[in-house]
């Protein structure tokens, strides 16, 4: 029992220390993280903001072209290892030629905490209750 004690204070204090910290302009994150991976990006789309109880979502969409899946499955790690609360929530994967070539898409999004009873803001959408919520580190 001790020792699952231990474990999830673990969890807990990492998941505050990860919430502690702004998570960084997605886009630029995105483009930064990718050219150090050697990848280049086609095109950055920014979603709508979401707000939901305690935490503020960001997202972005990223198109990858004719990339290696090295490269790829490196980016996402990067993304995915971020000191903040970042996570890729979608990836599509398309393979239209012979080889090691494929067009990637991600969705990558940021959580973060909002003041202490901050709703929702202007122009900002609101997420619904249920199922809602920033990830899990």
Avoid: C, W
Wanted: aromatic share 6%; hydrophobic share 35%; net charge positive.
């Amino acid at each position: 029992v001790a020792i699952s004690n231990r474990r999830d204070d673990f969890r807990r204090e990492t998941a505050e220390r990860r919430y502690a910290t702004k998570a960084p302009a997605l886009g630029s994150f995105v483009a930064a993280t990718a050219r150090d991976n050697q990848l280049t990006l086609r095109e950055v789309t920014d979603q709508p903001e979401e707000v939901s109880g305690r935490y503020k979502r960001r997202a972005v969409n990223v198109q990858l072209p004719n990339v290696n899946l090295r490269p790829i499955i490196d980016l996402m790690a990067a993304i995915e290892n971020s000191p903040s609360a970042v996570a890729i929530e979608q990836i599509q994967i398309e393979h239209f030629q012979a080889g090691d070539q494929y067009n990637v898409k991600l969705g990558v999004a940021a959580y973060d905490r909002t003041a202490a009873g901050g709703g929702p803001t202007k122009n900002v959408a609101t997420r619904p209750a249920s199922g809602a919520g920033p990830p899990r580190p």
